[in-house]
Each structure stands twice: as C-alpha cells, then as structure tokens.
C-alpha cells in the first residue's frame, strides 16, 4: 500500500497520507464551488478505494478529513441539507453525505 497519494483534475484537489505508526489516515481536500458532481465523485471513489485498500492490511485506522468543500447548504448536526435553503450543488452533497456516511465520519468544526 502506497503510504500517500494525491488528486488532481484541474478543479480538486486531494493530498492525503498514511501514517502506519499511529494507524491514522489524513486527507486535505479542496472543491471549488464550480466544481462539477462527476469530478467531485471521482474525488471521493478514489478516496474510498484507498480507504478500502488500508483495511486490507490492518484494522480500520483513524481518518481525517480537512478541507473546504464549499457545500454551505449541509446541516453539519443533521448531516442533511438545511431545510429551506437553496442547495446550489444537489449532487455534489449526495455524494459527500453519502461518503461520510458510508465511513462512519462526522463533522467536527461546524463554523
């Protein structure tokens, strides 16, 4: 398993690194607010492939996620879109609701 890999479609962009000593996983992440849902969730495949591929080596590791993903509709405490408002990016919040999700992730820092 490659410790650290990055992503880069000329709008993400993705650096991520394994640390095996403290079986923790981080990842930065930036989408663009014009960024478009297929390459946003080629993004997060690729990020849920090597999330996949370190559980084949060893217990799942602790993970965390930083960035701006520039989705401001999502309710952080709810994990949904906020009521009402105008969620300009539906599908790009799917696919972020659904990864975190998926991983068992929760948003720490709601500000």
């Not at 297929?38 to 930083?66: A, G, N």
């Not at 709810?78 to 009521?83: D, E, I, S």
């Not at 105008?86 to 609701?97: G, I, K, Q, R, Y």
Request: proline residues 6%.
């Amino acid at each position: 398993y490659s410790e650290d890999f990055s992503f880069d479609d000329g709008t993400n962009n993705l650096l991520s690194c394994f640390i095996p000593s403290q079986n923790t996983f981080i990842a930065v992440v930036y989408r663009p607010p014009n960024s478009s849902a297929s390459s946003f969730k080629s993004l997060l495949d690729l990020l849920q492939s090597k999330l996949e591929e370190l559980t084949k080596y060893s217990r799942s590791p602790d993970i965390y996620i930083l960035g701006d993903f520039n989705l401001p509709s999502i309710d952080w405490g709810l994990c949904r879109v906020n009521p009402g408002s105008t969620c300009t990016n539906p599908e790009s919040t799917a696919h972020l609701l659904d990864f975190m999700d998926r991983n068992f992730l929760t948003q720490v820092v709601n500000k």
